[in-house]
């Protein structure tokens, strides 16, 4: 596999943003629990990328394989190159991203009734710990947002078979580290179509972001559950 500098993925990661999206909170005890998203991008929520905002030369396709799903993504590259990827992704790397991600109402009020009579710093310890233990993150007191450092960290061994498949594009190409590194943006930025996810699932609070395998084998997602895709693919470089 070839080395990619640190640089490379920090720069790609800063370019994340959201989408203004209507405030979400949770009351617990006296404090209001107020969600916002990592970054913030002035534009219309609503937005979503339909057949006539397809890029030409994108296509995806996702097959069921056993106890996984192979997905399909064709491409252009910024070289102009149609490529085509498939990778693998086992159910069991979809299922645990999604397990492991987001809080609910049950969970906070459970963590106030039993900390939240300890004290102020006991409190506040204890849900910091909580909702990084879910992938968030507790920022000016009363602010919760997704971590996605924190994201990209574990979900980037999970998408291993997808930096494995671009590494392979790239050799068959003759490309450099760099031209597979933009190969890999521009499948994100063009193959997966622009869709925003629920600030709730399920009764699970997900702040509108997928976890990077369950975005990838659905082939959808807003821009912070493509910077924690890129981000997580990037990584095993």
């Known amino acids: 596999v070839v080395h990619r500098t640190n640089a490379n993925i920090h720069a790609l990661l800063a370019l994340g943003a959201s989408f203004l999206t209507a405030a979400h909170y949770t009351l617990v005890g006296n404090r209001a629990l107020v969600w916002q998203p ?54 069991k790397a979809v299922d645990d991203s999604m397990d492991e991600f987001g809080y609910t109402d049950v969970e906070l009020h459970a963590l106030h009734s039993k900390y939240g009579n300890q004290g102020e710093k006991v409190y506040d310890r204890k849900l910091r710990e909580y909702l990084a233990s879910r992938g968030f993150r507790l920022v000016d007191d009363d602010v919760v947002q997704a971590d996605i450092p924190a994201m990209v960290k574990r979900n980037a061994s999970r998408l291993n078979p997808v930096a494995r498949s671009l590494d392979l594009l790239g050799s068959s190409k003759g490309y450099g580290p760099e031209e597979v590194v933009a190969a890999a943006t521009a499948m994100v930025q063009t193959a997966v179509r622009y869709k925003t996810p629920p600030a709730v699932e399920k009764g699970v609070h997900i702040g509108g972001i997928h976890p990077p395998p369950k975005a990838l084998v659905d082939g959808w997602g807003d821009c912070d559950t493509k910077t924690g895709l890129i981000g997580s693919v990037l990584s095993n470089w």
């Open 38 to 91: 990592p970054w913030t991008y002035e534009q219309s929520s609503d937005q979503e990328s339909t057949a006539a905002d397809v890029p030409e030369g994108t296509a995806f396709e996702a097959k069921r394989d056993g106890d996984g799903t192979i997905v399909y993504y064709s491409f252009l590259d910024f070289n102009r190159s149609l490529l085509t990827l498939k990778a693998r992704i086992p159910s």
